[in-house]
């Protein structure tokens, strides 16, 4: 196997300043399922509005299949003009507070994943890791008219606050973060991960109240200060947006009516049904085609 300290560099000085703080990591790479973007959002969210340094820089170039996800490129008239740079890096970010902790952000690897976990996990002895925290969103058919759920997980069971569990044993492709927090684990290390439940007919835009109810969980898990205040007019917005569409469309509002009513009934009984894997199944295959239909055709320039 290749030395996994050979896919990434280190900043010399941003390193020996992270010496003795036994920070929380962050995995915020751009994976598998991402409903309502609450990933990419927490992770642009904190970049701009949190003081960070680059520590580390992966060497992309080994584990992204750039036939399958081509990067971005704008023509203009008679030249390219603009591309969409592909990176994988580990910030040193400072909260409101001046708590240090960690940010990996980037897209999940296509491949060569046995080395990138083993470079993260060298990541995590080196800078003594206390916690390495996951989120995601996932879809699910609930309304938006009720409360976000969230769907807790992780290694040490006296770290999770959740009351129910909203998904029973399920079998389903691995995500690059769950299969981290599987070996972290394994190991002994604490791995945490939060999948907030979006509505399955708001998937595709950024789904605020999720964001913000991730980054409140985590806040409060780890003791970090998230800036979610950054996301109050974006979270107005989204309820205004959302209530216009839904008061436009009687097919919407039936939809809206018969979940709250599903909804209802889970929590009337003393706390939610589990869906069947099918049930799941079918969620995940209805996200991941309207994920499809929406990405542009590939040009054969």
């Given at each position: 196997m290749i030395d996994p300290l050979s896919l990434y560099s280190l900043d010399a000085a941003v390193a020996e300043s992270m010496a003795g703080r036994r920070p929380v990591l962050l995995n915020l790479l751009d994976g598998f399922v991402d409903a309502g973007q609450v990933g990419r959002t927490i992770t642009s969210t904190i970049l701009e509005n949190c003081e960070h340094e680059v520590l580390a820089t992966f060497d992309h170039d080994q584990l992204h299949d750039y036939r399958s996800r081509r990067p971005t490129i704008v023509f203009d008239s008679n030249r390219f003009t603009e591309l969409t740079e592909v990176h994988v890096l580990l910030h040193k970010v400072t909260d409101s507070h001046g708590e240090v902790f960690l940010l990996l952000e980037?897209?999940?690897?296509?491949?060569?994943?046995?080395?990138?976990?083993?470079?993260?996990?060298?990541?995590?002895?080196?800078?003594?890791?206390?916690?390495?925290?996951?989120?995601?969103?996932?879809?699910?058919?609930?309304?938006?008219?009720?409360p976000i759920a969230l769907t807790e997980h992780g290694t040490d069971p006296?770290?999770?606050?959740?009351?129910?569990?909203?998904?029973?044993?399920?079998?389903?492709?691995?995500?690059?973060?769950?299969?981290?927090?599987?070996?972290?684990?394994?190991?002994?290390?604490?791995?945490?991960?939060?999948?907030a439940h979006v509505p399955h007919y708001l998937t595709q835009a950024s789904y605020t109240p999720a964001v913000i109810q991730v980054m409140s969980a985590i806040n409060q898990l780890s003791g970090l200060t998230l800036p979610t205040e950054a996301l109050d007019e974006a979270l107005t917005a989204t309820v205004e947006e959302i209530e216009r569409e839904t008061a436009d469309s009687e097919e919407?509002?039936?939809?809206?009516?018969?979940?709250?009513?599903q909804y209802d009934a889970w929590t009337q009984r003393g706390g939610p049904a589990l869906p069947s894997a099918d049930e799941i199944g079918a969620e995940f295959e209805r996200f991941l085609a309207e994920q499809d239909k929406n990405d542009p055709p590939e040009s054969g320039m």
């Open positions: 980037g897209p999940e690897p296509d491949m060569r994943w046995e080395l990138m976990l083993a470079a993260i996990e060298d990541l995590v002895d080196t800078f003594s890791v206390r916690l390495v925290i996951s989120a995601q969103g996932i879809p699910m058919a609930v309304p938006h008219t009720r006296e770290r999770l606050t959740s009351t129910h569990n909203w998904i029973d044993r399920v079998e389903m492709p691995a995500s690059f973060a769950a299969v981290l927090e599987y070996r972290l684990g394994r190991r002994d290390r604490s791995a945490h991960g939060f999948a919407v509002q039936r939809v809206v009516q018969g979940l709250e009513e």
